[in-house]
C-alpha cells in the first residue's frame, strides 16, 4: 500500500503519528497528577491492570490473608512507579518516528538519538536545525515527565497520612476491627451517646476529604494501612453504620449532624465508583434489600441492650430505618471492599471476601463484583 505513495506523504504520515504517540503520553500524564477532578485516564489504567494482573498471579496461591497483603501492599507503590518508563517509552518512540521521517537515518539510528535525548545523555550528535529542536523538545518531555511523579509523591503520601489518621484514630473508639456496636458501646461506657455527634462533624469532612483526593489521584485507594487488619473502606462502613444505628435504632435526641455523615459517605463512595465505573442504584428505595440480615441486626441490638445501650422500643420501625439508611452505601461499600480488597470486619468485607475471587486478571473486575452484589441481593 505505502510503495504507491510518495516518499513524503510517508513520512509526513509518520511524523504525525509519532507527534500524536507523544502528544497522548503528555495527556496522560497531565490528566494522571495536575488535573484537580476524577479523569480515568486509558494508559494510566492500562499500566495499573497489568501490575495488577502480575501481582495477582504472585499471590494466587497465597495460603493466608496476611501473606497476600504484605504482597499486595506493593501494588500501587509499584503501579506508580511504572508509569515513567511506560511514558519515557511511549515518547522515546514518538521521536524515533519523527526522527526518521526529517531524515536523521534508519529506524535503529533513530532510536539511539530519540534515547540519547528523552534520558538527556548527549551521546548522540545531531547536526541539523529541525533534529536540534527535536533533541530539545524530547529532552524538555522526559525532564517533566519525570518531574511530575517525583513532585506529586510528597503530594499522594500527604493523601495517605491525612487518611490514615483517622482511620488508626478509629482503632481506639470501635475496635480492630471497627465495628458500629462496638463504638455505639464504648461511647456508651465512657464518653456518653449524646457525644457522637462530635464524631459525625469529624468524619463528614474525612469523607468530603476523600471523595476528591481518591478520585483525583486514584493511586491512593490501593494504598493499604500500615496494619495489615485496618483499611480505609472498612473504617468508612463501620462508621456509616454508626450513624446509621444512631438515626435508626438509639433512643437518643434526634442529630441532624449524623444525617450529614451518612450523606458525605455515601457520595464519597458512590463518587469513588463512578470512576472505576461500578454500577449501582443512584436512588434506591428504603425497602430494597440490603446485604445484612434482619437476624444479625437483632443480634446486634440485643447485644446493646444488654450493655445498657437505650434503643427504641419500636424495633420493627428500628429496623426499616436502619435498611433505609444502609441501602444508600450498600453496593458501593462491598464492591469497594472487594476491589481493594480489604481485611475481614464485620458487615462489609465479610461478605465481600467471596467476590474478592472475582479479581482475577482477564476479568472486568469492578463491574463483575457489582453484578454478583446485586445478584445477590435480588
Not at 464485620?346 to 467471596?354: A, Y
Request: hydrophobic share 50%; aromatic share 14%; proline share 5%.
Amino acid at each position: 500500500m505505502f510503495d504507491s505513495l510518495p516518499q513524503f506523504l510517508i513520512q509526513a504520515f509518520v511524523f504525525l503519528f509519532g507527534l500524536a504517540i507523544v502528544i497522548a503520553t503528555i495527556f496522560s500524564a497531565v490528566e494522571t497528577f495536575v488535573v484537580p477532578r476524577s479523569a480515568g485516564d486509558l494508559l494510566t489504567g492500562f499500566v495499573f491492570r497489568r501490575v495488577l494482573s502480575v501481582f495477582l498471579l504472585l499471590t494466587h496461591k497465597a495460603r493466608t490473608y496476611q501473606e497476600r497483603d504484605r504482597a499486595m501492599a506493593f501494588f500501587a507503590p509499584v503501579a506508580l512507579l511504572a508509569l515513567p518508563p511506560t511514558w519515557i517509552f511511549l515518547v522515546t518512540l514518538g521521536y524515533t518516528l519523527m526522527f526518521w521521517s526529517v531524515g536523521y537515518g534508519d529506524f535503529i539510528k533513530s532510536f539511539e538519538v530519540s534515547g540519547s535525548s528523552v534520558l538527556t545523555l548527549g551521546f548522540v550528535a545531531v547536526s541539523r536545525f529541525p533534529e536540534y529542536l527535536l533533541t530539545f523538545s524530547e529532552a524538555l518531555i522526559g525532564l517533566t515527565l519525570i518531574a511530575l511523579l517525583i513532585a506529586y509523591l510528597p503530594t499522594i503520601y500527604g493523601i495517605f497520612q491525612r487518611r490514615e489518621v483517622m482511620v488508626n484514630l478509629l482503632d481506639v473508639r470501635a475496635g480492630s476491627p471497627p465495628t458500629a456496636w462496638e463504638m455505639i458501646a464504648r461511647y456508651n461506657r465512657i464518653h456518653g451517646l449524646e457525644n457522637l455527634s462530635e464524631q459525625w462533624r469529624v468524619w463528614e469532612q474525612w469523607f468530603a476529604d476523600i471523595e476528591e483526593s481518591h478520585t483525583s489521584i486514584f493511586a491512593v485507594i490501593f494504598f493499604r494501612s500500615q496494619q495489615s487488619d485496618r483499611s480505609w473502606i472498612t473504617a468508612a462502613g463501620a462508621i456509616l453504620d454508626c450513624a446509621a444505628f444512631a438515626r435508626s435504632t438509639l433512643d437518643i435526641p434526634r442529630d441532624a449532624q449524623a444525617d450529614l455523615c451518612i450523606r458525605a459517605g455515601f457520595i464519597a463512595l458512590r463518587r469513588i465508583c463512578d470512576f472505576f465505573r461500578i454500577p449501582y442504584n443512584p436512588n434506591p428505595k428504603p425497602d430494597d434489600p440490603i446485604s445484612i440480615a434482619r437476624v444479625e441486626y437483632d443480634t446486634v441490638c440485643d447485644n446493646l441492650a444488654q450493655q445498657g445501650v437505650p434503643l427504641k422500643t419500636d424495633r420493627d420501625q428500628a429496623w426499616r430505618d436502619f435498611a433505609g439508611w444502609r441501602v444508600n452505601y450498600d453496593v458501593p461499600l462491598l464492591a469497594l471492599c472487594a476491589l481493594t480488597m480489604a481485611p475481614y470486619a464485620p458487615w462489609s468485607s465479610d461478605r465481600s471476601l467471596r467476590l474478592q475471587n472475582l479479581v482475577r486478571p482477564g476479568k472486568k473486575i469492578s463491574q463483575a463484583i457489582a453484578e454478583e452484589i446485586n445478584k445477590e441481593l435480588t
